[in-house]
């Protein structure tokens, strides 16, 4: 009972209480801190599982018209945007490519182009690879990647003629996943 002992003797000399009424206050004083404590803490976050996502529709070939039916104006209607003519279901991200997000104007297109220069005006909103350098078709091989990576692929684009008439998918320029691998771990 040494140390315990001289504890209990020490408290009147120190505080002028007996020991009871010293382990008395503190008590009370610990409760008090917990109380509060409790009363000001947050609620406990509660897990509510997330709504599962639908299975992204696969829209096959598609016209750039039909594909601007998908821009997110039609809530009920996927998210969908193109990049060398592959079209990409980008709904988990409404957020960013939805009607008020910060890529809203690419979402319904297909904007390599813009991707590739990394513009935002209008005039580059395009399938479009003519005259773009070897950095901006670099840039646009790295988007690919990021989206064949990210998001379901749910369909391709029409090309369309001088005439109107509608030739099938447009050809684009892919490049096989264990090849891209190569080439990002070269550094090519």
Request: proline share 13%.
């Given at each position: 009972m040494g140390l315990i002992g001289a504890l209990v003797e020490s408290i009147p000399a120190y505080t002028g209480l007996s020991a009871t009424t010293f382990f008395t206050i503190m008590g009370?004083?610990?409760a008090v801190?917990?109380?509060?404590?409790?009363?000001?803490?947050?609620?406990?976050v509660k897990y509510v599982p997330r709504?599962?996502?639908?299975?992204?529709v696969q829209?096959?070939?598609?016209?750039?018209?039909e594909l601007r039916q998908y821009d997110g104006s039609?809530?009920?209607?996927p998210l969908l945007m193109a990049?060398?003519?592959h079209i990409y279901d980008v709904s988990q991200s409404r957020a960013f490519y939805g009607p008020g997000g910060p890529y809203a104007l690419f979402a319904g297109r297909d904007t390599s182009r813009a991707l590739a220069k990394m513009s935002f005006e209008e005039k580059d909103?395009?399938?479009?690879?003519?005259g773009l350098n070897a950095t901006e078709l670099e840039a646009l091989t790295d988007w690919e990647y990021r989206f064949m990576s990210?998001?379901?692929?749910v369909g391709d684009l029409k090309s369309v003629d001088t005439k109107g008439d509608c030739q099938g998918a447009k050809p684009a320029e892919t490049v096989d996943v264990p090849d891209a691998v190569k080439l990002i771990d070269h550094g090519s």
């Open positions: 009370l004083l610990v801190y917990y109380l509060i404590a409790a009363m000001l803490a947050p609620p406990p709504d599962a996502r639908p299975a992204p829209i096959g070939v598609v016209t750039a018209e039609d809530p009920t209607k990049i060398k003519s909103l395009t399938g479009d690879l003519e990210k998001y379901v692929k």
